[in-house]
């Protein structure tokens, strides 16, 4: 049976840990964590055929001109919304095998956690061809970086920039605004404050909104008819001219580098190192996160100017993360299936299938959120009464559909032996069937918790 500490490390940390890594873990499990940190950035095979962000919205452009010249209007819909739809499962099919099969679950984790944090969300359909290319562009190279530079890369991105509507936003008082009377849109301006960087109580008002909305404006992307079609694109006649003052700080008109400017200085406020430092401890150590660990990280995080890796460290050596008794992290629908998935040791096509199927039955795919904020990260939003008789159910088939290739009793030592209640014990090594033992095991409350 693994340690406590090679427990935490592979589960709260990681994504579920796998029988083939077990050795490595125990050996050291807080150096096990550290070496992720230092590595660079590891795609696997699994990502080699998915396109960019460019070349999606070249097909998507391409597709909504053919819906506009074509007799069949209904048909050609269709055809937009099958595309849309297998773009979306291949990128959902390689994020899945990739998480399954990593050698560095604690990157993965990380990689989720800043996903959801600058949540996009396929539920506003000409996001659903781009959200996946999103994380690849914007956030996996950023893992290890500073806060700042994954902030400047969401921003400009074509998936942020369409789902929180500023490709549109054209300020009234600017040249295009005055010919085409098109209005100012806020969205990405609040939620860049409220969500991204400050937090609801981050000291800023509405003027700050408004005001960062109009410095915001003119940033947008190519459109079909261009050369160059689908990507960032900074337009002078949208941008509200003049000096702009945000937060009692004055910024001078210098086109897209104001913007820049604007969200470097968000990125270091000391609200700002607050609030991520919340979010991050709430999500690896508790839904109430102690006080002391949220400080320690917010320190850490304004002491190095936001560099990500600084803080990572600083959140492996908080004692509080270590302690089992803090055993009440829910895991998301996303962690539970492939925390079972590496566990059961399995990664042919046909698991990854079921696992992107036990997604839809359960409910929060990622990249479906209802709002900007992203997915719940909390026990009260994620296990009410229907969705714990769903993973109950989810749990019977995924002990058959699954196929572990060890044992219940052998997956029991090194996935809950640490935390596993006597009751657990004693049901999974009574099962008169294996299936029965490993569905058992896969819906244990200690196997839904990290």
Not at 190 to 208: A, F, N, S, W
Not at 345 to 372: N, Q, V, W
């Amino acid at each position: 049976m693994i340690s406590n500490d090679a427990y935490i490390a592979g589960t709260r940390f990681g994504l579920g840990i796998r029988y083939d890594e077990v050795r490595r873990i125990s050996a050291s499990p807080m150096g096990w964590l550290t070496e992720q940190i230092r590595s660079p950035l590891i795609l696997s095979n699994a990502f080699a055929s998915l396109l960019s962000t460019e070349q999606n919205l070249k097909s998507a452009f391409a597709l909504r001109q053919a819906r506009a010249d074509a007799n069949d209007k209904v048909a050609a819909q269709q055809k937009i919304q099958e595309s849309y739809k297998d773009i979306f499962v291949g990128e959902m099919r390689a994020k899945l095998l990739h998480a399954i099969t990593t050698t560095t679950p604690f990157y993965e984790r990380l990689a989720d956690f800043w996903s959801n944090h600058f949540a996009v969300s396929v539920k506003k359909g000409q996001v659903q061809p781009i959200a996946g290319s999103y994380e690849r562009e914007a956030i996996r190279p950023y893992v290890t970086g500073r806060f700042a530079d994954m902030l400047l890369a969401v921003a400009h991105h074509p998936a942020m920039l369409i789902y929180l509507d500023n490709a549109g936003s054209i300020c009234p008082d600017s040249i295009a605004g005055r010919r085409r009377d098109k209005g100012l849109n806020e969205n990405l301006a609040r939620e860049i404050m409220e969500l991204h960087t400050l937090g609801v109580d981050g000291g800023y008002t509405q003027t700050d909104v408004t005001t960062f909305a109009k410095v915001l404006t003119g940033w947008s992307l190519t459109g079909p008819n261009t050369d160059d079609p689908g990507h960032f694109d900074f337009t002078p006649r949208r941008h509200e001219p003049g000096t702009q003052t945000i937060l009692d700080k004055s910024y001078p008109d210098d086109g897209e580098d104001q913007g820049i400017a604007v969200l470097r200085n968000l990125a270091v406020h000391p609200a700002t190192a607050h609030h991520i430092a919340t979010k991050l401890a709430r999500h690896f150590i508790a839904d109430t996160p102690p006080d002391s660990a949220v400080e320690r990280l917010a320190e850490v995080f304004s002491g190095t100017g936001g560099d990500l890796p600084s803080v990572y460290r600083a959140l492996v050596e908080i004692p509080e993360a270590w302690d089992v008794r803090h055993h009440t992290k829910i895991k998301s629908s996303y962690d539970l299936v492939v925390s079972a998935a590496r566990a059961a040791g399995k990664s042919e096509d046909e698991h990854i299938d079921y696992c992107l199927k036990s997604l839809r039955f359960l409910g929060d795919m990622p990249f479906t959120a209802d709002s900007p904020a992203g997915l719940p990260d909390v026990a009260r939003d994620m296990v009410g009464p229907e969705a714990m008789i769903r993973r109950v159910e989810w749990a019977q088939m995924a002990a058959k559909k699954l196929e572990p290739s060890q044992s219940a009793t052998e997956m029991v030592s090194f996935t809950i032996g640490p935390v596993m209640r006597e009751a657990t014990q004693h049901a999974i090594a009574h099962a008169q069937r294996e299936p029965e033992a490993v569905a058992l095991l896969f819906g244990s409350p200690e196997f839904q918790r990290r």
